[in-house]
C-alpha cells in the first residue's frame, strides 16, 4: 500500500491551500471511510491534510428558532451530548441516527462532515431534516447546498480544494425518528430509514420527509415513501430500482425494508409527538 503524505494545518486556510496544491489531496476527518479505502487501495491519494487541529470546525451552535449549526469536525458523540441538540425538534432523529455507529470509539472519532460524505445513516437523518452544507474554499469562497444534493449523483459535489465547513440544521417543528436493519458481521445498515414529519391536531399526517439508505448507493430523499405515508396507505408503493443489491442484501429485499423501516419510523416519531397526535 502506498503511503501517502501527511500534514495537519491549524487553520482553515492553510488547509485550503494544502489541498488546492495538491492534486488528489483528501481532507482526513473521523478516517473510518478513507483509511479502508486506502487498505483496499480503492484509491492512491498522495496527500492527507488532517482537519482535526482546526479549532472553527468544531461546535454546535443553536441559532434563531432552534436552528443548529454544526462544525463538520464535531464528532457524533460532542453532537448528541451538546446541550442545543436536545432542546431541538431534531433531537430524536440525530440520536436514534447517532445510535447506528456500532461503539463508543467510533461515535467518538467519527464526524458530522465525514458521516455526510460517507452517506449513510447520519446523512439520510439529515436530510430528513433538510439540512445544507455550508462549503469553504480557498480565498474565502464560500457556498451553501443542501445535503441532498451534495450526496446526488447527477449533481456536482464538493470540487477539488473545498471541505465542508458546516452542516446547518433549520427550524423546524417537525418530530423525527430512524430505524433500521444492521447486517450482523459488520453492524452497517442493510437499510435504514429517517422520517421527520408534523401532525395536524386530529393525527393525520400534515408534512413529510423520508430519507433511506443502505447498499452502495448514498443516503437520499423518497418522495414516493413520503407521499404514500402523507396518504395513510397500507400496502408498499413500487420503489423500482431505488436500491442496489451487494453481497449484503438484494435490491428487492431493500426496497421491502425501505417501507416497513420508514412506516416503523413515523410511528416513533408520533410516539415522540406525545398524546395530541
Given at each position: 500500500m502506498d503511503v501517502p503524505a501527511y500534514t495537519a494545518p491549524a487553520d482553515l486556510e492553510g488547509a485550503l491551500r494544502?489541498?488546492?496544491?495538491?492534486?488528489?489531496?483528501?481532507?482526513?476527518?473521523?478516517?473510518?471511510?478513507?483509511?479502508?479505502?486506502?487498505k483496499r487501495r480503492v484509491r492512491r491519494i498522495p496527500l492527507l491534510v488532517d482537519l482535526g487541529r482546526v479549532p472553527e470546525l468544531r461546535g454546535v451552535r443553536r441559532g434563531f428558532g432552534g436552528a443548529l449549526e454544526i462544525g463538520a469536525m464535531t464528532t457524533i458523540t460532542e453532537l448528541v451530548a451538546h446541550p442545543a441538540v436536545p432542546e431541538s425538534y431534531a433531537h430524536g432523529l440525530l440520536a436514534d441516527a447517532a445510535a447506528t455507529l456500532p461503539d463508543p470509539q467510533t461515535r467518538n472519532r467519527g464526524t458530522v462532515g465525514g458521516s455526510v460524505v460517507a452517506g449513510t445513516d447520519i446523512a439520510a437523518a439529515l436530510i430528513a431534516?433538510?439540512?445544507?452544507?455550508?462549503?469553504?474554499?480557498?480565498?474565502?469562497?464560500?457556498?451553501?447546498?443542501?445535503?441532498?444534493?451534495?450526496?446526488?449523483?447527477?449533481a456536482p459535489g464538493l470540487a477539488a480544494g473545498e471541505v465542508i465547513a458546516a452542516v446547518g440544521v433549520p427550524p423546524g417543528t417537525a418530530h423525527g425518528a430512524h430505524v433500521r436493519r444492521p447486517v450482523p458481521a459488520t453492524l452497517a445498515s442493510v437499510c435504514g430509514a429517517a422520517v421527520a414529519v408534523t401532525f395536524h391536531m386530529d393525527g393525520a399526517v400534515a408534512s413529510c420527509r423520508v430519507a433511506v439508505c443502505g447498499g452502495p448507493r448514498p443516503a437520499r430523499r423518497v418522495p414516493t415513501l413520503e407521499r404514500a405515508l402523507?396518504?395513510?396507505?397500507?400496502?408498499?408503493?413500487?420503489?423500482?430500482?431505488?436500491?442496489?443489491?451487494?453481497?449484503?442484501?438484494?435490491?428487492?429485499?431493500?426496497?421491502?425494508?425501505?417501507?416497513?423501516?420508514?412506516?416503523?419510523?413515523?410511528?416513533?416519531?408520533?410516539?415522540?409527538?406525545?398524546?395530541?397526535?
Open positions: 494544502a489541498l488546492s496544491e495538491t492534486p488528489g489531496a483528501r481532507p482526513l476527518a473521523g478516517g473510518h471511510r478513507l483509511v479502508l479505502d486506502l431534516l433538510d439540512a445544507v452544507v455550508r462549503v469553504r474554499g480557498r480565498g474565502g469562497r464560500r457556498r451553501t447546498l443542501s445535503v441532498e444534493r451534495l450526496l446526488d449523483p447527477t402523507t396518504a395513510g396507505v397500507l400496502t408498499a408503493p413500487p420503489l423500482g430500482d431505488l436500491f442496489q443489491g451487494d453481497q449484503d442484501a438484494s435490491g428487492e429485499y431493500r426496497a421491502h425494508l425501505a417501507w416497513v423501516l420508514a412506516r416503523r419510523a413515523m410511528a416513533r416519531a408520533r410516539e415522540r409527538t406525545g398524546p395530541t397526535a
